[in-house]
């Protein structure tokens, strides 16, 4: 079992930066897939970015890529989820998620997933 719990939301001009930060408990988080989604008011759950456990493969949604970076750190176990360049469309509420999957896997859909956070708000202003 493993309990995700997200923080760094907030509101924020179009063009700034936002980090999110996912903390993860257990001792086994270095064994987990981990991705990031978001949902916007009325749409559906959708793929952002994701990372293997072993860190060496990511990837991400065309409508992030060059504007945001997803990291982990092990030791801390702590995903992180770096947002610049904001827009106005990126705004919804952005979940990570987390797979036990030793590998160099990504997972990108939301049905791969087992454990979910609760969420943090993120609203970027035009």
């Known amino acids: 079992q493993v309990q995700l719990v997200e923080s760094g939301g907030g509101l924020v001009q179009a063009g700034g930066s936002l980090r999110l930060s996912c903390a993860a408990s257990?001792?086994?988080?270095?064994?987990?897939?981990m991705g990031w989604f978001r949902q916007a008011p009325g749409l559906e759950r959708e793929f952002v970015t994701a990372i293997s456990s072993t860190g060496v493969n990511v990837r991400y949604a065309d409508s992030v890529k060059g504007r945001f970076t997803i990291s982990r750190n092990n030791a801390k176990t702590t995903l992180y989820l770096q947002m610049d360049s904001l827009k106005p469309e990126d705004t919804a509420v952005y979940y990570c998620?987390?797979?036990?999957?030793?590998?160099?896997?990504?997972?990108?859909?939301?049905?791969?997933?087992?454990?979910w956070g609760q969420g943090t708000q993120v609203t970027v202003s035009s």
């Open positions: 257990g001792r086994t988080f270095s064994r987990h897939a």
């Open positions: 998620a987390a797979r036990p999957l030793d590998s160099n896997v990504v997972l990108e859909r939301t049905g791969q997933y087992d454990y």
